[in-house]
Nanobody
């Protein structure tokens, strides 16, 4: 059973940065692709990006390209989402998730993911 725990959310001003962490237990992280999703109030959960077990990256949102980056530390069983140049429209609950595979899908359909973290709130506001 894979368990995921996010941390690192908070309140940040527009233009600021945050780094989110997703720590896994119950299964070796180095075998898993990890995706980040987000959900703003009144909207559907959307995929942000994904990192494969071999550090390949797939972006699901064009709006975060050039601002968000993802990396992993398999020794710490942790995936990081570095978010720079944050905008108010980035405000959402951010989740990490995995479908138990080592590769990323071309599209991020939440229903295809079996394991989710509890989410961490990111608020971008002045």
């Amino acid at each position: 059973q894979v368990q995921l725990v996010e941390s690192g959310g908070g309140l940040v001003q527009p233009g600021g940065s945050l780094r989110l962490s997703c720590t896994a237990s119950g299964f070796p992280l180095d075998h898993l692709a990890i995706s980040w999703f987000r959900q703003a109030p009144g909207t559907e959960r959307e995929g942000v990006l994904c990192i494969t077990s071999s550090d390949g990256i797939t972006y699901y949102l064009d709006s975060v390209k050039g601002r968000f980056a993802v990396s992993r530390d398999n020794f710490k069983d942790t995936v990081y989402l570095q978010m720079n140049s944050l905008k108010p429209e980035d405000t959402a609950i951010y989740y990490c998730a995995t479908g138990g595979l080592d590769h990323c899908s071309d599209y991020a359909y939440p229903v295809e993911y079996d394991y989710w973290g509890q989410g961490t709130q990111v608020t971008v506001s002045s």
